[in-house]
C-alpha cells in the first residue's frame, strides 16, 4: 500500500501564492508518473499537470504559465507552485502517483491522496 498525503493548501487573495506538497510512503515501490489534480463543487475533476519520473511535465490549459510542477525522486515528493490565483481556482486538490509495488507481491495502480483545499478569495 502506498500512501500519498498531501499537505499546503488555504486561504489566500487572488493575485497571490501556494505551494502544495505531496508525499508518498510504503514499502518496495517505485513511481512513475505523477500528478496534480483538483474538483471545484458540482466539477468534474481536472488534470492540472503531471511529471513524469525523468521530469517531462504536461500542464492543462487553464494553469498553464500559473503553475508549475516539480519533483524530488530520492524523497518521492512532488510539488506544485501556484501563482496569480484566481477565484476560480478553488477546490480540493489532489496529487496521484501511478505505483508499481513489489511486496507482498507484484502490482501496479493509481494511488490518490485524501485532498487539501484551496480557496482564493476576490
Known amino acids: 500500500q502506498v500512501t500519498l498525503v498531501e499537505s499546503g493548501g488555504g486561504l489566500v487573495q487572488a493575485g497571490g501564492s501556494l505551494r502544495l506538497s505531496c508525499a508518498a510512503s510504503?514499502?518496495?515501490?517505485?513511481?512513475?508518473?505523477m500528478g496534480w489534480y483538483r474538483q471545484a463543487p458540482g466539477k468534474p475533476r481536472e488534470s492540472l499537470a503531471t511529471?513524469?519520473?525523468?521530469?517531462?511535465?504536461n500542464y492543462a490549459d487553464s494553469v498553464k504559465g500559473r503553475f508549475s510542477i516539480s519533483r524530488d525522486n530520492p524523497e518521492n515528493t512532488i510539488y506544485l507552485q501556484m501563482n496569480r490565483l484566481k477565484p476560480e481556482d478553488t477546490a480540493v486538490y489532489y496529487c496521484?502517483?501511478?505505483?508499481?509495488?513489489?511486496?507482498?507481491?507484484?502490482?501496479?495502480?493509481?494511488?490518490w491522496g485524501q485532498g487539501t483545499q484551496v480557496t482564493v478569495s476576490s
Open positions: 510504503g514499502r518496495d515501490f517505485n513511481i512513475n508518473d
Open positions: 511529471i513524469t519520473s525523468g521530469g517531462n511535465t
Open positions: 496521484a502517483a501511478d505505483v508499481v509495488v513489489r511486496w507482498p507481491s507484484l502490482s501496479s495502480y493509481r494511488s
